[in-house]
Structures are given as C-alpha cells and as structure tokens.
C-alpha cells in the first residue's frame, strides 16, 4: 500500500514530468532538427564535450563558457544549477558565483564539495568571500550545455565583445529549445532478428535521432496494445558489470524474461546514471560513500534526483504501434512521462533481489521517489 508521502512523492515526479513534457512538446517549437540554431547548438555540445570554451548569445549579451569539468577557467565566476544553488543553502535558482579572483580550487569545492566541508563550523555564505547574483539566460544555457554533454553543470563565465577565432557560437535560446526539439526526431532505421537467451526469437529495431543518439527496441511477437513494455535505461555498472550498487542488471534480466514469456518491448535507453552520465554517476557513488544517499548524492552536483524524461520512449512506443501498454517498473516517473505521452499505462511492479548492498539504494527509491517497492 502506498502512504500519504508516497503519494506526493508520485505526484511531486507527475508534476515535473509534466512541466518536461510540455517544454518538450511545444507544438510551437522554436527549432527544428534542420534550423541553424538546433545545428549551432549541436555543436556547441560538442565542443563543450571536448572541454572547449564556446560563445552564447542573448539579444545584445554576449559572453564566453566552458566546462569546469575539464575546460580552461575562463575567469572568478561561476555558474551553477538551481539544484546545486539550493543544495549550499542559497537561493533555489540557476546562480553565478563571483570570488575575488579566479581560484581553481574554490571554484571546484563550490561546485563539488559537500556543504560539510565548504562551511565548516559557523562559516557563512557568501563562500570564500564570493559575491551572489542569479543567473541570465545566457548562464542557464551554459550549464544545459553541460548537462547533453555530460559535464559537471557548472560553467566559468567571461563577458566578451566579440565572438573570438575560431569559437563556436549560438543563442541561449536555441540551447535551451534543443532538448525538447531533439525527442522528437527518433526514426526507425535498421531491424534485424536476434534471438535471446531466454530461447524467444525477438526483432531488434534501431531508432536513431538528428544528432545519432540511438535507442534500441527488442520486440518479441507483435507487439499490440495491452503488451508488456519496459522502458530500461542503460545502465553499464549494473546492466554488463554485474554491479550490486543497484538492481538495475536484475531488472534487466527479469524484464526480458516476462517479455521473451509474454510477447511485448523492451527499450533501451541511453539514459545512464538517471541522466546525468557515467562520469557523473561514478561522482555520485563517491558522494554516497561519504554519506549521502543516492537523491542527495545527484543533487549535491547539481542535478535534479532524476534527470531523465519520457518524451523519447514515448515516440519511439507510438510509432510501434503502441497506445496502450502494460509497464513494467516500480518508478511513478516513468508512468507518468509514458501517459502525459500519449499512452494509456498501467503500470507492473518489477522488484529484484535485496542485497546487503542495495538495500539502502532501494529504501531511498521508496521513501524519496515514491517507488513501489
């Protein structure tokens, strides 16, 4: 039975998925995967994946980022996530971070560090004699930028005049419209037989976007409304590695085992760590390891608890066919993306072994996501 928390704790997720997909739906979007500022932006990504300094533009503001993570250090201010903000006790809100001189230290702890081992005993904010201002659009875009190029979302900023050589550039706007343009570009583009272990013969169907993100659809029989699906996001650690950290592998397994049974899908999708990536999720489990639990543990880098959304999963599910199905998951989130989607869930709980070291991983599921568990 779910109790009155983790009642609003589904509902807090339904509520958040809902403000994503909308953002992501627009039926007015402001790029398509054709227009120059969803192409500059791509881009863009790149270079901050290299850990290269790019240009944003908003109106007459012009100004220079790169990647903490990785990137020169372009100057004393940084630009954090409203997540990250909140975590050091300031004001929920994307936030720039100003010390009295570049410092690359200071500037890692503010954007890494547990508040224990920032503040001390009786310390007080500003850190390290910084000055506090919230962020511009421009700032906001940078630290999106580094979240789809799974970098640390924290940015060094430095006003600028001019574009310099050979620095990409595009307008913060287009940054933050390229998530919700990029979801809906998912096509069907190779199938093939693959039989599983399990013994079913199943069709592997390869769906890939504008920039070639993938997504991968195992099928087996004809799928048909009222199938099973489970909607799997990658997970290396547990899902190849064998890992104990979490019960992502067991779901794995357990989920092919109804499908390869019953006939449905499974898709696989290229959201490690909740959506914040391998590097950052190992991060995380440093964090852990020091005493915060896996909601924490996101936070404190600057992430929402769980950063992936549905919009995706939910195209790729239409254009099979699907609008109703039965989803296996434990995870009120994912239910709710799938329906706001379009598609009518109900959802199947998929529970796997408890283990000595799980156990907490899954207590927090339940007590902070709302996972029926």
């Known amino acids: 039975m779910r109790t009155p928390r983790r009642e609003q704790r589904a509902d807090e997720a339904a509520s958040r998925i809902s403000t994503d997909f909308t953002m992501l739906t627009d039926p007015r979007p402001k790029l398509t995967a054709m227009s120059k500022g969803f192409i500059a932006t791509h881009r863009l990504v790149g270079e901050v994946s290299a850990g290269r300094a790019v240009a944003l533009r908003d109106g007459a503001a012009l100004a220079l980022v790169a990647p903490l993570d990785g990137g020169p250090i372009l100057s004393e201010t940084l630009a954090i996530e409203r997540h990250r903000a909140a975590y050091l006790g300031l004001e929920d809100q994307p936030t720039l971070i100003t010390l009295p001189r570049a410092n690359p230290a200071a500037l890692w702890q503010l954007a890494t560090a547990q508040v224990r081992d920032l503040a001390g005993e009786g310390a007080a904010m ?20 580094a979240k789809l190029a799974e970098r640390l979302p924290a940015m060094t900023v430095r006003t600028i005049e001019a574009v310099p050589a050979d620095t990409l550039s595009a307008n913060a706007g287009d940054v933050l419209a390229f998530r919700r343009t990029l979801a809906t570009t998912a096509r069907p583009i190779a199938a093939a037989p693959v039989p599983l272990a399990s013994g079913a013969n199943s ?154 070291h799980n156990k907490k991983y899954l207590a927090t599921k339940r007590a902070r996501s709302g996972h029926t568990l």
């Open 126 to 145: 500003p850190l390290f004699g910084g000055t506090l201002r919230p962020a511009g659009r421009i700032e906001t875009a940078a630290t999106e930028l």
């Open 203 to 356: 069709v592997v169907t390869a769906f890939r976007d504008a920039i070639g993100g993938t997504v991968s659809a195992v099928c087996v029989g004809d799928p048909e409304d009222g199938s099973l699906v489970r909607l799997h996001s990658s997970c290396i650690t547990g899902d190849v590695f064998g890992s104990l950290k979490c019960d992502c592998g067991a779901q794995l397994h357990l989920s092919l085992e109804r499908i390869s049974a019953e006939g449905g899908v499974l898709l696989y999708v290229s959201q490690e760590g909740r959506g914040i990536g391998l590097v950052n999720k190992l991060r995380a489990y440093t964090l852990q390891g020091q005493g915060l639990d896996t909601v924490d543990a996101n936070v404190a880098l600057g992430y929402h608890d769980d950063e992936r959304d549905y919009a995706l999963a939910a195209s790729v599910l239409r254009q099979l066919g699907l609008r109703r199905v039965r989803l296996l998951t434990n995870n009120p989130s994912k239910a709710a993306g799938l329906a706001i989607g379009g598609l009518s869930v109900d959802a199947e709980p998929l529970r796997g072994p408890v283990t000595a």
